[in-house]
Nanobody, 126 residues
């Protein structure tokens, strides 16, 4: 069992930055894949970024590549999403997710993830 708690969301102006955190509890193994997804009002949940817990592999949606950075702090059992050059289209509820079984293949697939956090709201004003 893995519990995930997101934090760090808020209101920011266009062009600004935010860092989201996802604190993980329970048994965490290096093979786990951690993902960030987001869901805007009236839209489906979409992939943002993924990382191996052990590090070394990351994957990003084209829409955030070069602006967002996903990372893991193993000592703190926390996954971060550093977001910069934010624009209003980034407004959404951001969710952290953990895949404990599948491995690294196709990390953008939503339904492979086994555990989800409750989400944190990010609002970017123009």
């Amino acid at each position: 069992q893995v519990q995930l708690v997101e934090s760090g969301g808020g209101l920011v102006q266009a062009g600004g930055s935010l860092r989201l955190s996802c604190a993980a509890s329970g048994r965490i193994f290096s093979r786990y894949v951690m993902g960030w997804f987001r869901q805007a009002p009236g839209k489906e949940r979409e992939f943002v970024a993924a990382v191996r817990w052990s590090g070394g592999s990351t994957f990003y949606a084209d829409s955030v590549k070069g602006r967002f950075t996903i990372s893991v702090d193993d000592a703190k059992n926390t996954v971060f999403l550093q977001m910069s050059s934010l624009n209003p289209e980034d407004t959404a509820v951001y969710y952290c997710a953990a895949d404990v079984i599948t491995g690294w293949a196709n990390p953008s697939r939503l339904h492979r993830y086994d555990y989800w956090g409750q989400g944190t709201q990010v609002t970017v004003s123009s």
